[in-house]
């Protein structure tokens, strides 16, 4: 028997708060920039995979890292293995944050920094004109 009701956030996992917090991180960034924002995407992966001929997902410059530890990574679009054509992402690393952040507070704000960073490399603009500190 669940210790607390279904659909309550507590009787969320993990994973799902994670996700929950991603989107009311990037809810101020999208309403101001849904245009520009209109062909990029946003994923969660637990942990970086690590590419084909590199030690290290730190050796890919696309990634945002901490010291070593990669946090993020924005993919342009492109085309997948198959030959289909890909939207440009931002890939969110949910345990690497997880584990730099104090607490739920700490999250959501290191959520907001790495995404402000990764929309404002994604646009080519500065980082404080994505958190709207022009």
Known sequence: MPLYPS?????RTRAERFDALVLEALEPIEERWSTEL?????AVDD???????TRSPMDD??????GEVPLARLVPAGMDRR????????VLYRRPLEARA???EDLA???HD??????????????????GEE
């Open 109 to 111: 704000d290191l959520l």
């Open 114 to 131: 790495v995404l402000v960073e990764q929309v404002a490399g994604y646009l080519g603009v500065e980082p404080d004109t994505i958190a």
């Open 102 to 104: 104090l607490d739920g």
């Open 47 to 53: 942990v970086p995979e690590v590419p084909a001929g």
């Open 83 to 90: 030959g289909a054509v890909t939207r440009a992402r931002i």
């Open 38 to 42: 209109a062909d990029l995407d946003v």
């Open 7 to 11: 659909g309550s956030p507590a009787s």
């Open 61 to 66: 410059e696309a990634v945002l890292g901490d």
